[in-house]
Antibody, heavy 116, light 108 residues
Framework: EVQLVESGGGLVQPGGSLRLSCAASGFTFSAYSMSWVRQAPGKGLEWVSYIRSSGTTIYYADSVKGRFTISRDDAKNSLFLQMNSLRDEDTAVYYCARAWRPYDCWGQGTLVTVSS | EIVMTQSPATLSVSPGGRATLSCRASQSVSTYLAWYQQQPGQAPRLLIY???TRATGIPDRFSGSGSGTEFSLTISSLQSEDFAIYYC??????????FGQGTKVEIK
């Protein structure tokens, strides 16, 4: 069974940092591109970042560029999102998603709350 | 950036009824259009990709159509588990991958 499990969310003050993880299982992780998508409370879906299967191509939404860093460790079947200089508007549930057709599998999400 | 606009914002349908949701792109996305269903407190689930292809395990009461800038999702006979929020997403021109704002299908 294909499964994605996020972790690392929590409460952080504005300007702080947080690192999210996504553990993948049930498929050949190294063969797939991956993305992070977030959803602010009561709002719609917003694409955040993408990393190609090879790790050589990376994209960010303008809203997080320069503050967030996506990475992957294929040996550990894991995807990461390092989030720095967090702002109130970064408060959201963060989902990792397998980037196939176009997002065929999603994790359950991890909540990030940025508040003082 | 391609802007996706969904209508209506809320659709009230009786169980067993038919629901038709619309999605419009600000420029052509060919057939690179997906639909997702999201239940309260859950992750989105892929329903339709390439505008009209059902994802694995999706029942045939869900159907998608359209190309270019106009798309629709039809649920032919609404079951209790179908009352949810539905999002469209384009993947023709990226980054960014963009989503519509969602249509809530509620019980009438």
């Amino acid at each position: 069974e294909v499964q994605l499990v996020e972790s690392g969310g929590g409460l952080v003050q504005p300007g702080g940092s947080l690192r999210l993880s996504c553990a993948a299982s049930g498929f050949t992780f190294s063969a797939y591109s991956m993305s992070w998508v977030r959803q602010a409370p009561g709002k719609g879906l917003e694409w955040v970042s993408y990393i190609r299967s090879s790790g050589t191509t990376i994209y960010y939404a303008d809203s997080v560029k320069g503050r967030f860093t996506i990475s992957r460790d294929d040996a550990k079947n894991s995807l990461f999102l390092q989030m720095n200089s967090l702002r109130d508007e970064d408060t959201a549930v963060y989902y990792c998603a397998r980037a196939w057709r176009p997002y065929d599998c999603w994790g359950q999400g991890t909540l990030v709350t940025v508040s003082s | 950036e391609i802007v996706m606009t969904q209508s209506p914002a809320t659709l009230s349908v009786s169980p067993g009824g038919r629901a038709t949701l619309s999605c419009r792109a600000s420029q052509s996305v060919s057939t690179y259009l997906a639909w997702y269903q999201q239940q309260p407190g859950q992750a989105p689930r892929l329903l339709i990709y390439d505008a009209s292809t059902r994802a694995t395990g999706i029942p045939d009461r869900f159907s998608g159509s359209g190309s270019g800038t106009e798309f629709s999702l039809t649920i032919s006979s609404l079951q209790s588990e179908d009352f949810a929020i539905y999002y469209c997403q384009q993947y023709n021109d990226w980054p960014p991958w963009t989503f519509g704002q969602g249509t809530k299908v509620e019980i009438k």
